[in-house]
């Protein structure tokens, strides 16, 4: 806005005659003496504006966004409205203290500036009135790089380390509060004041620790706020220093990790276990405040009797059953199923099951109970006798082999095993794969049943008459020639089946006259022999077979032939052997 724009809006504003004015002025003026009063009363005004100085002025008019400022110059100055706290509250006439930055400005109006006025009286007054370590308290107006300004009349400086004694998230969020400092630092050359937050919350906890350690005692019960929580415990602020709860002093129950009781800023009242006054150590508990469970352990849990708890963990070897708070047992996995095969706990119970248990043992000391889910059941076992006396034939599934025999599932959780010397009654049975495959569903008859031992003995050749007792001896006899099959060699000779599963020995020192050292080298598994039978022992249930007195015999009878007719014709070449028998 021009000069020339300011005087027009100025004489409309106040309804002025503007020729009336000029007249009056050039009367005046006419005379050389008013002439020179009136420059002499100019140059005396000037000296005592001096730039950067403050100066007192009158508000005598509101223009658009402009103050306009009489201070007794020349000319009047123009402040915007925008350096005043409340613009609704400028007022024609009031005197108000305006720095000069300059003389004229490009439109002939001194420059004036109230706010920088305001900041350097703001500033007197604050040097005057705080020095370094006073307190001060100040409205936070904006967040800024490293910190806070706080006004106090003039802005200061709060740095974000020193707002509180944890560093806080957004410090924005204290932007428009009231906060109480103590300053660290004046600067009176950069006008600059810096204060902390932190240092009087640190003092302030000071001097309530050096109370706190004056009255806290142990078994004392104090009220106090969850200020940090670790894996290992919480910290709680007791109103001048922190005290340890652990976890394991947390809950007479089991918890894994101290977030699934507490959280931060929340309110607790702990029992003091522990004060180390020399190192400003406070231990503290919470389930202190409540008698411990295990006191009367025997009383609320006789052994044998029957509770119901919650599956509350599982391991390898078993599963950990909550029966109120802080009385957990253990169900060892061998006291889960009588007849069940388990290879872990989770095949038998799931965390959160309930689940009825008999308490086994007690020990108070080291807080342990033992419990069993199969003592809820009736063993079978007590009843197996009953259930398969000897004789009894039952069908079950070959479920597992073994060198000595094979075990057979007679119902789910109950074994019988078949043992391999009662596999066959003539057949000598090397593995028990010889006569049954895993998996297969077979006959078997009882033959024994130990409850104590939980075992059942069972029979396959059972099922059949024993053939030893009349069927071999009645069928052969020594000196009859069989015939056989090689079912296996052995380094003393071989085994042939003569039938039905009979078997009998081919001793290595009967397959030749001539010393045979190896059976693989003169029989072969699968070959069909003609063999004498030397030897029956019914009570040893043995058969002895001979393969070189079948030679011999041959031999005899060629010789008979010989004698009895002389003139038979002998061939030249003799034909080729039909038989390993002939071979030796």
């Known amino acids: 806005m021009g000069l020339e724009t300011l005087k027009r809006d100025y004489l409309k504003e106040y309804n002025v005659n503007v020729t009336d004015i000029e007249n009056d002025v050039e009367s005046i003026m006419a005379s050389e003496d008013a002439k020179d009063n009136v420059q002499s009363a100019y140059y005396d005004s000037v000296l005592h504006f001096e730039v950067n100085s ?66 350097i009286r703001g500033w007197e007054t604050v040097i005057a009135k705080y020095k370094e370590g006073d307190i001060i308290t100040g409205r936070i107006i904006r967040k800024i790089k490293g910190g806070l300004l706080v006004d106090i009349g003039v802005p200061i400086f709060l740095p974000a380390s020193q707002i509180d004694v944890k560093p806080p998230g957004d410090i924005a969020q204290y932007v428009g509060q009231e906060l109480t400092c103590r300053i660290l630092k004046i600067d009176e050359e950069r006008q600059n004041i810096v204060v902390s937050r932190r240092k009087l919350i ?142 872990h706990p989770s095949e038998i119970v799931a965390i959160g099951d309930m689940v009825e248990v008999v308490v086994l043992k007690i020990d108070r000391e080291k807080e342990e109970i033992s419990l069993s889910i199969k003592q809820t059941e009736v063993n079978p076992w007590t009843i197996i006798e009953e259930k398969y006396p000897a004789g009894t034939k039952i069908k079950g599934r070959v479920r597992n082999l073994t060198n000595y025999g094979a075990f057979i599932e007679i119902e789910e959780g109950v074994d019988g095993l078949l043992h391999i010397s009662d596999m066959s009654w003539a057949k000598k049975v090397a593995h028990p794969s010889e006569i049954v495959k895993k998996g297969d569903k077979i006959e078997a008859v009882v033959l024994s049943v130990d409850r104590e031992k939980k075992r059942v003995a069972l029979g396959l050749k059972q099922l059949q008459d024993d053939p030893w007792e009349k069927e071999i001896p009645e069928k052969y006899k020594v000196g009859d020639i069989v015939k056989g099959h090689v079912t296996k060699l052995a380094n003393f000779g071989a085994f042939l089946e003569l039938g039905q599963g009979i078997e009998g020995l081919l ?28 030897r029956i022992e019914p009570e040893a249930r043995k058969i002895g077979l001979s393969l070189r007195k079948i030679a011999a015999n041959l031999e005899e009878k060629n010789n008979s032939s010989d004698d009895s007719s002389s003139e038979k014709i002998v061939p030249e070449e003799k034909a080729e052997p039909s038989s390993v028998a002939e071979s030796i």
């Open 54 to 119: 403050i100066l007192k002025g009158r508000i005598i008019s509101s223009i658009g966004d402009n103050v306009i400022i009489d201070c007794g110059y020349k000319s009047e100055g123009m402040v915007p409205k925008y350096e005043f706290d409340d613009p609704s509250e400028i007022r024609i006439g009031e005197e108000i203290e305006v720095l000069l930055e300059a003389v004229e400005d490009d439109s002939g109006l001194i420059k004036l500036s109230k706010r920088k006025a305001d900041r």
């Open 202 to 343: 640190e003092e302030e906890r000071e001097k309530k620790k050096k109370l706190l350690l004056m009255e806290i005692e142990a078994g004392q019960t104090r009220k106090g706020v969850v200020k940090n929580i670790a894996d290992f415990g919480a910290f709680i602020d007791l109103g001048g220093m922190d005290g340890l709860l652990h976890i394991t002093d947390m809950s007479w129950g089991r918890i894994s990790h101290p977030s699934e009781m507490l959280a931060i800023d929340d309110e607790v009242e702990v029992k003091i276990l522990d004060v180390d006054k020399e190192k400003e150590k406070v231990a503290l508990g919470l389930k202190q405040k409540t008698d411990n469970p295990w006191f009367n352990i025997e009383e609320k849990y006789p052994v044998g009797s029957r509770v119901k708890g919650q599956v509350v963990n599982i391991m390898s070897y078993g599963a950990f059953v909550k029966l109120e708070t802080g009385i957990e047992g253990l169900v060892h996995i061998s006291e889960m199923s009588w007849t069940r095969r388990i290879n």
């Open 507 to 534: 001793h290595v020192s009967e397959f030749s006259d001539k010393k045979v050292s190896n059976p693989a080298d003169a029989v072969n598994v699968g070959d069909e022999l003609e063999v004498k039978v030397i």
